[in-house]
């Protein structure tokens, strides 16, 4: 339920913060949205041998600017490296250690964090995810 109260806060602050009329709204004007990740949102079959999650936006993005946030301790992953943008300026690649059997569940900024910000400094849209990873056998 807390978890469910914080995307529509989350949700609203979006809808609220960018009251822009359709004619005012273009591809340089819109702020920058998650539009791949890997693992993908849902997947309940990761690889728990991943080393890397990546999300990848839909504009040119800062360098070393991120919110890789938690929703709680027990779902964020170990993280193993610094976090870094590939030469595509759009793909951010965070290095991790995985277990298998858990659920993962990552904010791409949030409602405190928006480090996520596109070249001209305009905080992405924030992204809640989720995903579970296999169980070994």
Same mark, same amino acid.
């Given at each position: 339920m ?34 791949k ?7 309940s ?13 839909s =504009? !040119?993005m800062?360098?070393? +600017? ?7 301790d *027990?779902t964020?992953? &170990?993280?193993?490296g610094?976090?870094?943008y590939?030469?595509?300026?759009r793909?951010?690649?965070l ?10 569940a990552?904010?791409?900024?949030s ?5 996520? =910000? !596109?070249?001209?400094?305009? +905080? ?5 995810l989720?995903? *579970?990873?296999?169980? &070994?056998?």
């Amino acid at each position: 339920m807390k978890m469910l109260l914080g995307l529509i806060a989350c949700t609203a602050l979006v809808f609220s913060a960018s009251a822009w009329r359709a004619e005012d709204v273009t591809v340089a004007t819109a702020l920058p949205v998650v539009v791949k990740t890997v693992p993908q949102a849902g997947a309940s079959d990761v690889d728990p041998d991943l080393k890397a999650i990546e999300v990848t936006f839909s =504009k !040119d993005m800062t360098d070393d +600017s991120w919110s890789w946030s938690q929703l709680s301790d *027990e779902t964020f992953p &170990k993280v193993d490296g610094k976090p870094k943008y590939e030469k595509d300026k759009r793909t951010c690649v965070l290095p991790v250690k995985l277990e298998p059997g858990k659920t993962y569940a990552i904010w791409l900024n949030s409602e405190k964090f928006d480090g996520f =910000k !596109d070249a001209d400094g305009r +905080s992405a849209v924030p992204y809640l995810l989720v995903f *579970e990873t296999e169980k &070994k056998q």
